[in-house]
């Protein structure tokens, strides 16, 4: 993987290898509705980094917090997101004709 070329693949690999609790779904749950609540107060008080290499207490790091468990989420139920976003996407365009085509790489 090239420096700045993260896949849904890998950050679920990447979780699964540190962080992977099947049975615990309503922990993760439970994180990622506490996770939402910290964004929207990052989000309220427009918390953003002041240099590039901060993230501490920026919407930047909530929205990684959210995407995190989410993904976190995915893996105890065993979800390849990377199959399922397509689909999704399909459903959505057919349903909201955005005339934007979703092409992944």
Request: with cysteine; glycine share 4%.
């Amino acid at each position: 993987m090239s420096k700045g070329n993260i896949t849904i693949k890998y950050l679920q690999e990447y979780i699964k290898s540190k962080d992977y609790n099947p049975g615990a779904e309503k922990d993760y749950f439970l994180k990622l509705t506490v996770e939402v609540g910290e964004l929207a107060e990052a989000m309220r008080k427009n918390l953003r980094p002041v240099d590039k290499n901060q993230v501490k207490e920026t919407i930047e790091e909530e929205l990684w917090d959210v995407i995190y468990y989410a993904i976190a989420l995915a893996n105890c139920y065993d979800i390849v997101l990377e199959q399922v976003i397509p689909n999704k996407e399909n459903t959505n365009n057919e349903k909201y004709n955005p005339g934007v085509v979703f092409k992944p790489n």
